[in-house]
């Protein structure tokens, strides 16, 4: 069975901080494909990255990096110079790597970026 | 592009009636998603079809009966829901195995 770990239910910081959203996973497949969305206010998923179990470089995108590794079934995603636009639900999820699988989400982290 | 459009995106029904939701992508994907988000859990896979065919019932109970005439289109037949049923109804599609998921809107349920 899959299973998707986010420890913090919420995370508040003042905007221009840094922050970092945990993202823990078990799965017995040996290729599977680890997601992040983002859901604002207005409900709908916005997909932000994919990764294959077999890429375990980092990624970075403008303000947003993710931190892979394997050796501990994480991961993690950071916002540099947090903004009040990026205050939303954070969700991780997996899928494994034969069929048209479905997601596993986790159960999300509710990011509030004070001004 | 439109993407992946839902209708409606609310609403309200008795625990007797009979209610579609309906699901639709513009993207040329294989494959199509219902998920469920509800307040006290996470988003919940219910349905997945791949090639028009379904791939995976998540244990969902029969009131919730899905339908997928072509790759293109997705339904999701309600009768005779419970209040518990409220929540927000996500359609997905991908187009290929672990592919990004394009998410609609959502329908947002109200069962009465």
């Known amino acids: 069975a899959q299973k998707v770990t986010q420890a913090q239910t919420e995370i508040s910081v003042v905007e221009k901080e840094d922050v970092t959203l945990d993202c823990v996973y078990e799965t017995r497949d040996t290729t599977y494909y680890l997601f992040w969305y983002k859901q604002p206010p207005s409900g709908e998923l916005v997909f932000l990255i994919r990764r294959n179990s077999f890429d375990e470089q980092n990624e970075i995108s403008g303000r947003y990096s993710w931190n892979f590794q394997k050796s501990t079934s994480s991961f993690n995603f950071t916002i540099t110079a947090s903004q009040v636009v990026d205050s939303a639900v954070y969700f991780c999820?997996?899928?494994?790597?034969?069929?048209?699988?479905?997601?596993?989400f986790g159960k999300g982290t509710h990011l509030i970026i004070q001004p | 592009e439109t993407g992946v459009t839902q209708t409606p995106r609310h609403l309200v029904m008795g625990m007797t009636n009979k209610k579609s939701l309906k699901c639709e992508q513009h993207?040329?994907?294989?494959?199509m998603y219902w998920y469920k988000q509800s307040a006290k859990k996470p988003l919940e896979l219910m349905f997945v079809y791949n090639f028009k065919e379904q791939t995976e019932n998540n244990s969902v109970p029969s009131r919730f009966s899905p339908e997928c005439p072509n790759s293109s289109h997705l339904f999701l037949h309600l009768h005779t829901l419970q209040p518990e049923d409220s929540a927000l109804y996500l359609c997905?599609?991908?187009?290929?195995?672990?592919?990004?998921?394009?998410f609609g809107p959502g329908t947002r349920l109200t069962v009465t």
């Open positions: 997905a599609s991908s187009r290929s195995t672990g592919g990004q998921q394009y």
């Open positions: 993207l040329g994907h294989n494959a």
């Open positions: 999820a997996l899928s494994g790597g034969g069929g048209a699988d479905g997601l596993t």
